[in-house]
């Protein structure tokens, strides 16, 4: 059983950073494709970023440039970097893990506002 636990939401000013973790149990996070995704109120969840565990990255156009997805595989841990927040990035962070059936973890809220 993997369990996902993330950490380091908040509140921040626009133009402001963040940085999101996700601990992961299990050894199957070595092998395994990571990503954030995001859900604000009223929208469906959408991909944030992923990355492979060989370091392949894929990031959504909307953060392309501001965010940086990274993983420590010693730590089990998956990171997510959010540089120059903007109020629309305000929404629950996700941490997922691919398989089947999919891993999630339990959310953790960012909120962009001055």
């Known amino acids: 059983q993997v369990q996902l636990v993330e950490s380091g939401g908040g509140l921040v000013q626009p133009g402001g950073s963040l940085k999101l973790s996700c601990a992961a149990s299990?050894?199957?996070?070595?092998?395994?494709?990571m990503g954030w995704y995001r859900q604000a109120p009223g929208k469906q969840r959408e991909l944030v970023a992923v990355r492979t565990s060989y370091g392949t990255t894929n990031y959504a156009d909307s953060v392309k440039g501001r965010f940086t997805i990274s993983r420590d595989n010693a730590k089990n841990t998956l990171y997510l970097q959010m540089n120059s927040l903007k109020p629309e990035d305000t929404a629950v962070y996700y941490c997922?893990?691919?398989?089947?059936?999919?891993?999630w973890g339990q959310g953790t809220q960012v909120t962009v506002s001055s």
């Open positions: 997922n893990l691919q398989s089947i059936p999919p891993y």
């Open positions: 299990g050894s199957i996070f070595r092998v395994s494709t």
